[in-house]
Protein backbone atom coordinates (compact mmCIF):
# COMPACT_ATOMS: atom_id res chain seq x y z
CA UNK A 1 0.00 0.00 0.00
CA UNK A 2 1.66 3.35 -1.04
CA UNK A 3 -0.75 5.12 1.22
CA UNK A 4 -4.54 4.98 2.78
CA UNK A 5 -6.60 3.51 -0.36
CA UNK A 6 -3.85 3.34 -2.79
CA UNK A 7 -2.10 0.32 -3.83
CA UNK A 8 0.51 -1.09 -6.57
CA UNK A 9 0.32 -4.21 -7.84
CA UNK A 10 2.99 -5.75 -10.22
CA UNK A 11 2.31 -8.15 -13.16
CA UNK A 12 4.44 -10.42 -14.81
CA UNK A 13 1.86 -11.06 -17.64
CA UNK A 14 1.29 -8.37 -19.91
CA UNK A 15 -2.39 -10.10 -20.72
CA UNK A 16 -3.52 -10.88 -17.35
CA UNK A 17 -2.64 -7.18 -16.56
CA UNK A 18 -5.26 -5.98 -19.22
CA UNK A 19 -7.45 -7.95 -18.82
CA UNK A 20 -7.77 -6.80 -15.02
CA UNK A 21 -7.43 -3.17 -16.11
CA UNK A 22 -10.02 -3.53 -18.84
CA UNK A 23 -12.70 -4.93 -16.42
CA UNK A 24 -15.03 -2.47 -13.76
CA UNK A 25 -14.08 -3.63 -10.39
CA UNK A 26 -15.96 -3.29 -6.93
CA UNK A 27 -15.46 -3.52 -3.16
CA UNK A 28 -17.69 -3.88 -0.63
CA UNK A 29 -20.25 -2.63 -3.69
CA UNK A 30 -17.94 0.94 -4.15
CA UNK A 31 -16.23 1.40 -7.17
CA UNK A 32 -12.69 0.78 -7.56
CA UNK A 33 -10.28 2.41 -9.86
CA UNK A 34 -7.40 1.18 -11.37
CA UNK A 35 -4.76 3.50 -13.60
CA UNK A 36 -1.86 1.84 -14.96
CA UNK A 37 1.55 3.06 -13.65
CA UNK A 38 3.85 5.56 -15.45
CA UNK A 39 6.94 6.81 -14.83
CA UNK A 40 6.07 10.58 -14.37
CA UNK A 41 3.06 9.25 -11.80
CA UNK A 42 2.51 11.40 -8.75
CA UNK A 43 -0.13 10.25 -6.05
CA UNK A 44 -0.62 13.71 -5.59
CA UNK A 45 -2.08 14.71 -8.95
CA UNK A 46 -4.56 11.70 -9.56
CA UNK A 47 -7.50 12.67 -12.00
CA UNK A 48 -10.25 10.64 -10.85
CA UNK A 49 -12.88 12.74 -12.86
CA UNK A 50 -14.65 10.45 -14.49
CA UNK A 51 -15.94 7.32 -12.03
CA UNK A 52 -18.44 4.70 -13.78
CA UNK A 53 -21.37 4.34 -11.31
CA UNK A 54 -24.25 1.71 -11.57
CA UNK A 55 -27.57 3.39 -10.88
CA UNK A 56 -30.96 2.32 -10.48
CA UNK A 57 -34.74 2.74 -12.00
CA UNK A 58 -36.69 1.73 -10.09
CA UNK A 59 -40.43 1.47 -11.50
CA UNK A 60 -39.71 2.69 -14.70
CA UNK A 61 -42.02 1.98 -17.15
CA UNK A 62 -41.26 -0.84 -19.50
CA UNK A 63 -41.69 1.25 -22.38
CA UNK A 64 -38.96 2.67 -21.80
CA UNK A 65 -36.63 -0.12 -21.16
CA UNK A 66 -34.79 1.22 -24.79
CA UNK A 67 -30.96 1.98 -25.05
CA UNK A 68 -32.13 4.88 -26.24
CA UNK A 69 -34.40 5.98 -23.46
CA UNK A 70 -32.17 4.31 -20.83
CA UNK A 71 -29.06 6.24 -22.07
CA UNK A 72 -31.21 9.46 -21.92
CA UNK A 73 -32.25 9.15 -18.40
CA UNK A 74 -28.62 8.20 -17.06
CA UNK A 75 -26.97 11.29 -19.57
CA UNK A 76 -28.75 13.55 -16.45
CA UNK A 77 -26.10 11.91 -14.55
CA UNK A 78 -23.47 12.27 -16.42
CA UNK A 79 -22.07 10.36 -19.63
CA UNK A 80 -23.51 7.03 -20.08
CA UNK A 81 -21.48 3.66 -20.50
CA UNK A 82 -24.12 1.99 -22.53
Known sequence: MLR??????D???GDAKQAVLEK???FNEHPL??????????LDNL????????IQFPN?????????SLGKLASYLG????
Open 47 to 54: DISKIPIW
Open 11 to 13: FSD
Open 33 to 42: TLKQWTPDFH
Open 4 to 9: NGVFLF
Open 60 to 68: LHLSLWKLG
Open 79 to 82: VPML
Open 24 to 26: RWT
